[in-house]
């Protein structure tokens, strides 16, 4: 985990940056929780795809068939749940970017870290984009 964790604060970076050129920051805590929770959602229809296909392939395997195609679509649906992952995370930087007042306007929406006013990412989280 920690091998990658770096890398998936750098793709939650791009994806928050792709996201707000895109669309507007959220206006009230109710938008931000029902983005985060669709995303959510997506990431758990994924996930239970990849169950379900991971069983058909324990089947097979059971039976001493055959398993490659369903160990294929097993790697792509993977690859589709830490997608939806990172668009979740994303939307949580945005919900604290978007609304991020008082006590918190002063830290890094990402890592905490003590940042100029009117800054909502410090320079080390940025320079991971």
Same mark, same amino acid.
Request: net charge negative; proline share 2%.
């Given at each position: *985990? ?8 750098g793709? #939650? %970076?791009?994806?928050?940056n792709?996201?707000?050129? +895109?669309?507007?920051?959220f206006? @009230? ?7 985060? +929770? &669709? &995303? %959510?959602?997506? #990431?758990?229809?994924v *996930?239970?795809?990849?169950? &379900? @296909? ?6 097979? %395997?059971?039976?001493?068939q ?6 294929? *679509?097993?790697? +792509?649906? /993977? ?5 939806e992952?990172?668009? @979740? /995370?994303?939307?949580? &930087?945005k919900?604290?970017? /978007?609304?991020? #007042?008082?006590?918190? /306007?002063?830290?890094?929406? %990402? ?13 080390g ?5």
């Amino acid at each position: *985990m920690d091998v990658i964790a770096n890398d998936i604060d750098g793709l #939650t %970076i791009k994806e928050l940056n792709a996201s707000n050129m +895109k669309y507007h920051l959220f206006h @009230t805590s109710h938008e931000g929780y029902a983005v985060i +929770k &669709e &995303e %959510i959602e997506e #990431t758990m229809d994924v *996930m239970n795809e990849l169950l &379900e @296909t991971f069983a058909v392939a324990w089947d097979k %395997i059971k039976k001493n068939q055959p398993a490659f195609n369903e160990i294929r *679509m097993v790697k +792509k649906l /993977s690859k589709k749940v830490a997608i939806e992952a990172v668009q @979740t /995370s994303a939307m949580c &930087e945005k919900f604290n970017m /978007s609304l991020a #007042t008082g006590h918190n /306007s002063n830290q890094c929406v %990402i890592c905490g870290a003590i940042i100029p006013e009117g800054s909502h990412v410090c320079n080390g989280c940025r320079s991971r984009k």
